[in-house]
């Protein structure tokens, strides 16, 4: 499916749930990728070990330097928000300032998006040393490099912009930016790397921006695409884990509540399907979903309705029987059983159709 039509972004407050037409929405672009991490949270620099792990996933049929490079992308890519974004006042810094940083896997390579606000008086110098990377060819940047290492000269971003200059190195397809308007004394630092792929399979930067309006009306925290091996369900929790060790809610319950997401998406949707993780107030949402065949939508609408007509001591039962192989009325997924007892109100379900056959979201609020 090729990507939904573009708008300026408009950066929305949310409601009392996360708005699942927009997770749908978002969801839809990346819905020829082969694999996605989306991640706009507290930006931890303890999660460069899970990055690496996701990347080394991602790319597994690729060779052993194609995932190094990838690898390095992505924590340099992640590193340069963590150590340079600016710090914003107000709301702005979950809203139109909102870090962000993207693994978009594609048939024909890998993508890394990064997105974080900088201080105004950083962008002629910043713009001085993109320029220079981006006029020079690998040789000459291997060059660039090794003089900035030794005069020892270095930019108000610290370090000489020697990551900036061995992202463009390694990928072999030097970078793309975009320096956008944020507000008087602040501008939006967009950086964009295809590894393994030429430059023009970039995003277009009206869809990513759109993307992120998307994640800052909705506050989302992460995103993830296929993540169906085990490695990357774990560097998914331990993301999780850290995130929230520090934050709102715990993280024993939405880490139980990703894990019984899986369980369900794992039974009939293959490599369509995802999980979304938002902020709600003082909890979290969290969504799944993918595309299922038409034959099967009417069997999870009534599986659900089932779920959600029952008393949590009929629930709890359901779920008990069927995890000890107990046959009961009906035969009903462990994962959505497990999924609505962890929830602090019903499912709520929405459906979408689109090429593939019905895109179906579950969301479970978690408090």
């Not at 990347?55 to 052993?64: C, K, V």
């Not at 995932?67 to 139109?96: C, D, K, P, T």
């Not at 030794?150 to 992202?167: F, K, N, Q, Y």
Request: aromatic fraction near 4%; charge should be negative.
């Amino acid at each position: 499916m090729g990507a939904t039509s573009v708008c300026a972004p408009v950066y929305l407050r949310r409601g009392a749930h996360m708005d699942l037409a927009a997770v749908h929405t978002l969801y839809d672009v990346l819905a020829d990728d082969r694999f996605d991490l989306l991640y706009s949270g507290r930006f931890h620099d303890e999660h460069t070990a899970s990055l690496i792990a996701l990347g080394e996933d991602s790319a597994r049929e690729n060779e052993r330097a194609h995932r190094q490079r990838l690898s390095f992308v992505m924590v340099e890519a992640y590193q340069n928000i963590v150590r340079h974004r600016a710090a914003l006042q107000g709301s702005m810094e979950r809203s139109a300032g909102r870090c962000l940083f993207m693994l978009r896997s594609r048939s024909k390579g890998d993508e890394v998006l990064a997105i974080d606000p900088v201080r105004a008086s950083e962008i002629d110098e910043l713009n001085e040393v993109l320029a220079r990377v981006g006029g020079s060819d690998v040789k000459q940047l291997k060059q660039l490099f090794l003089d900035r290492l030794r005069d020892g000269s270095r930019t108000v971003r610290g370090g000489a912009g020697l990551g900036l200059i061995e992202m463009a190195r390694r990928s072999g397809n030097g970078m793309r930016h975009e320096l956008l308007p944020l507000d008087a004394e602040h501008r939006l630092f967009l950086l964009q790397v295809m590894v393994g792929a030429p430059a023009t399979e970039v995003t277009p930067v009206d869809e990513v921006m759109r993307m992120h309006a998307l994640v800052a009306a909705n506050d989302v925290l992460l995103l993830c695409r296929s993540a169906r091996t085990a490695a990357a369900q774990e560097a998914i929790m331990h993301m999780i884990e850290k995130d929230l060790d520090d934050g709102v809610g715990g993280s024993a319950g939405l880490k139980r509540a990703f894990l019984a997401a899986m369980e369900w998406l794992e039974e009939d949707m293959g490599e369509r399907s995802f999980v979304a993780l938002g902020r709600e107030g003082d909890g979290h949402a969290l969504v799944a979903g993918g595309c299922v065949p038409e034959k099967t939508v009417q069997r999870w609408m009534q599986e659900l309705e089932r779920i959600n007509a029952m008393m949590p001591m009929e629930r709890e039962q359901h779920y008990r029987n069927s995890l000890l192989g107990r046959r009961s009325t009906a035969v009903l997924n462990t994962g959505l059983l497990d999924l609505a007892r962890l929830s602090s109100g019903p499912l709520r379900v929405a459906t979408f159709t689109v090429p593939h056959g019905t895109r179906l979201l579950v969301e479970a609020r978690l408090s």
